[in-house]
């Protein structure tokens, strides 16, 4: 829907109104205020043109840029071309934000020494494992880091559904949690039969309780 109004990833195709876009943003921002963009590679494969993108950015007057080295096209399907994170910093004067294929904390700090970015940030790979930042700040500091527990994952499953619960009405977070909260099961032993359960779970307490009662899982 985005894309078919010409706003998002579409930008990609009009780089001349994206940067008039930052420029009319950056006037009115108040002082303090930063201003960032994130974008793709490019449209598709054959139109490849995140260096004049961000470059044309940076002259609008962002304040920080975060690239996804795939196209619109690819959508998250292949490899990200961390090349292009690279190549793009070295022609930055602004810092730069890294993203895309970073599920664990070596691939974060791979992509710092692989591309020289200024900071990396994470999406999907942080879906179901929300401690990840934390292990990378571990790797860093002590070039090893803490796996996450089985009580740690437990633990962060509850406090999942009580927030979705805080913020939204039941019904909605309900229908929420069953698929986020698949993301922490996976690779366990009995990891697929309790996704099975909680996709047929009604309410926030009983998917509370499956989680606590499954004992037999290993970690």
Not at 61 to 75: E, I, K, N, Y
Not at 116 to 123: A, E, K, L, T
Not at 160 to 172: G, M, N, Q, R, W
Request: glycine letters at 8%; hydrophobic letters at 40%; aromatic letters at 8%.
């Amino acid at each position: 829907k985005v894309v078919r109004k010409g706003a998002g990833a579409a930008l990609m195709k009009n780089p001349v109104l994206a940067a008039e876009i930052v420029r009319e943003v950056k006037a009115v921002l108040d002082k303090g205020c930063f201003l960032s963009s994130k974008f793709r590679s490019g449209w598709d494969l054959k139109s490849i043109n995140y260096l004049d993108f961000g470059l044309r950015l940076q002259d609008a007057g962002a304040d920080f840029l975060c690239l996804h080295p795939r196209t619109q096209s690819q959508m998250f399907s292949g490899t990200a071309n961390w090349t292009h994170i690279a190549e793009l910093k070295n022609q930055l004067s602004i810092p730069l934000i890294g993203n895309g294929d970073i599920q664990t904390p070596e691939d974060a700090l791979r992509m710092y020494e692989e591309t020289r970015c200024d900071s990396v940030m994470i999406g999907r790979g942080a879906l179901g494992k929300p401690w990840i930042f934390h292990q990378i700040h571990q790797l860093e500091k002590n070039n090893d880091y803490t796996p996450a527990s089985r009580q740690l994952i437990l633990e962060t499953m509850l406090r999942h559904i009580d927030l979705a619960t805080h913020f939204k009405p039941e019904s909605v977070a309900v229908k929420e949690l069953r698929s986020q909260l698949c993301f922490y099961t996976k690779g366990i032993i009995g990891g697929a039969e309790l996704r099975q359960a909680i996709n047929h779970a009604v309410s926030a307490e009983q998917i509370k309780e499956l989680i606590k009662s499954c004992e037999g899982l290993k970690f």
